[in-house]
């Protein structure tokens, strides 16, 4: 009878310790996201773990308070590389930017916080496509 109470009370139990986690522990429970943001420092305009010496490869991730995925960005050799993604706080996609490097770099989305596409952007090297609401239009 014991074991039937405690293999019960084991799940309410976790659930209480993980909801009682401060804003700054969140992350931590969603490392399968990414690493929290909160453990890279930028220096010299490379990113790094804290404490190490080699630069950041790997998905960074920050959340809300509410648990919501906030950003996610990923790096290569320190440097943002690939998918940034930006969210609303209602969970929504808000933004999605190609980087290399660094930089922008190919094609960039914007959504309205109702999950509805708003602009998409094309960055090349000297010259960008802007397309508004599938209209293109150069812009130098």
């Known amino acids: 009878m014991r074991r039937t109470i405690l293999k019960c009370l084991a799940p309410l139990l976790s659930f209480l310790v993980l909801a009682s986690c401060s804003q700054s522990e969140i992350p931590e429970v969603h490392e399968a996201f990414g690493i929290a943001a909160s453990r890279l420092v930028v220096r010299n305009g490379v990113t790094y773990q804290v404490n190490s010496e080699i630069p950041f490869a790997g998905s960074s991730v920050t959340f809300r308070k509410s648990g919501l995925l906030k950003s996610r960005i990923n790096y290569r050799d320190g440097k943002q590389e690939g998918i940034f993604e930006m969210y609303y706080t209602n969970g929504r996609l808000q933004s999605r930017f190609n980087m290399k490097g660094g930089k922008k770099n190919g ?26 609401s599938g209209l293109p239009k150069m812009v130098k």
């Open 107 to 132: 094609l960039s989305e914007v959504f309205w916080e109702n999950g509805q596409f708003k602009t998409r952007t094309t960055s090349k090297t000297e010259e960008r496509t802007v397309s508004v």
